[in-house]
């Protein structure tokens, strides 16, 4: 299979960020890894079950979300082109406590851990670099886990909402970014109603703490917001 016109995407993931195409070439070729398509709303993972390969998300958008006893679900993540889920599930023997599901029509790109694992006999430095960067997007999502629970403390949806819009103005680098989540993921993700984190978005915005549009968010003033979450 020819892999190379997935290559640009691969070099935005943690996983394959920056390297050439004679790497890729030689990853591809041990790894021999392949690529599934999916619908808006099928199952890509269920809660449950184990998994023993990487996903990487080339086009299209997934949601990952955690099911809670009373039959809700809590948005963990929302990832687009580019994006990484089940590397920290498949170098374990542990069952996803997670259901990923097709946000929008995507195709998947899915690396078997036991090669990651276990590099070939060439011991190539591409296959080397790659474990170095699976290493390192294991250990940024365990502190993404960090502030998500940080998050989660703060006792006011206030707070909660300053907090993440000054978490996503970190990650852009600047003061005006669109997020993939819909107000209804962001609400599981804040832990709260929907109708709730409206109404308080709108109340941020009419006091000028925040400008809102569709996804899309500005912030005129971050230290205003910063203030007002601690």
């Known amino acids: 299979m020819d892999y190379t016109p997935y290559y640009d995407t691969l070099r935005r993931t943690p996983l394959f960020c920056g390297m050439p195409d004679a790497d890729l070439n030689t990853l591809m070729h041990c790894f021999a890894p392949h690529i599934r398509r999916y619908a808006r709303g099928e199952l890509l993972l269920l809660a449950g079950y184990e998994m023993h390969e990487v996903g990487v998300v080339l086009c299209g958008e997934i949601v990952a979300a955690k099911p809670m006893p009373d039959g809700t679900a809590v948005v963990m993540a929302h990832m687009g082109p580019g994006g990484v889920f089940a590397d ?7 069952k996803s406590p997670v259901n990923v599901t097709a946000a929008a029509p995507c195709e998947v790109l899915y690396l078997p851990c036991e090669a990651l694992l276990r590099p070939c ?3 190539h430095p591409a296959h080397l670099q790659l474990l170095h960067n699976w290493l390192q997007t294991v250990s940024g999502k365990y502190f993404a886990l960090d502030r998500r629970l940080e998050l989660l403390c703060c006792r006011s949806l206030r707070g909660r909402i300053c907090l993440w819009l000054l978490e996503q103005r970190e990650q852009a680098g600047a003061d005006t970014f669109t997020t993939p989540l819909t107000r209804a ?3 599981s993700y804040l832990n709260c109603d929907r109708s709730a984190l409206c109404r308080e978005l709108g109340r941020m915005q009419a006091e000028g703490l925040v400008a809102l549009y569709r996804r899309s968010f500005k912030l005129p003033d971050p230290e205003r917001l910063r203030a007002a979450w601690q």
Do not use: T
């Open 185 to 187: 993921e962001l609400a």
């Open 121 to 123: 006999g060439a011991l």
């Open 88 to 94: 920290v599930l498949a170098g374990s023997r542990d």
